[in-house]
């Protein structure tokens, strides 16, 4: 079964330094992977997708992320943060079976300081 | 750009209620989803709506939800008799399969059960 884990549920960095988050997947077969993101009181917004094309995936807002097979992970990374990209961010996978129900990992929030 | 829109976006109801949550979703989209986050917890799966009829539903989706398209554009989640683990946050999604398997996901309807 397609499983997916953040392994930090907080990431506090400063404003203007890089942001790391970190996301394991787990798939029997070549996953689509999707990072999503959640301001305060917002609904969930895609920030990007990987479906088996380039392995390094561009994303809005500056996000990019990198598909790594040999370690299945899907790690979302920003060169510099922004104070509003204070959010939470979710790393999601499509679960097999034909309907695209997406799982969602436990999210991790992100806390940019001045 | 189109988008997905929920109504209301707050709703407090005593348990044992019925209570219904509204979906607009994007108009040329084909499949439909609903999925739920408690306070605390991860985004998770309740249900996937195509061509009319339940394609997955998942082991929350118990006899007490059911899902209508009533026209052809709302797309709604009925909760029959509310309980208080009702509580959540419900996010409506809806994808056109031409976009890669994206879905698009509504704001969101924060249900608080009494």
């Known amino acids: 079964a397609q499983s997916v884990t953040q392994l930090d549920s907080h990431v506090s960095v400063s404003e203007g330094t890089p942001v790391l988050l970190r996301c394991n997947y787990s798939s029997s077969y070549s996953p689509s992977l999707f990072w999503y993101v959640q301001h305060p009181n917002k609904g969930l917004q895609l920030l990007l997708k990987?479906?088996?094309?380039?392995?390094l995936v561009k994303g809005i807002n500056g996000f990019e992320a990198e598909f790594k097979k040999s370690e299945t992970s899907f790690h979302l990374t920003k060169p510099s943060a922004h104070m509003s990209d204070a959010a939470e961010y979710f790393c999601v996978v499509i679960a097999s079976g034909g309907y695209n129900k997406l799982i969602f990992g436990a999210g991790t929030r992100l806390a940019v300081h001045p | 750009e189109p988008e997905v829109t929920q109504t209301p976006s707050h709703q407090v109801t005593q348990m044992g209620q019925e209570v219904i949550l509204r979906c607009v979703p994007i108009s040329n989209h084909l499949y439909f989803y609903w999925y739920r986050q408690i306070l605390g917890q991860k985004v998770e799966f309740l249900v996937s709506f195509y061509n009319n009829e339940i394609s997955e539903k998942s082991e929350i989706f118990d006899d007490q939800f059911s899902v209508e398209r009533p026209d052809g554009s709302n797309f709604t989640l009925k909760i029959r008799s509310t309980k208080l683990e009702d509580s959540a946050m419900y996010f409506c999604?809806?994808?056109?399969?031409?976009?890669?398997?994206?879905?698009?996901f509504g704001p969101g309807t924060r249900l608080t059960v009494l």
């Open positions: 999604a809806s994808m056109d399969m031409t976009s890669g398997s994206t879905q698009y």
């Open positions: 990987y479906t088996s094309a380039a392995t």
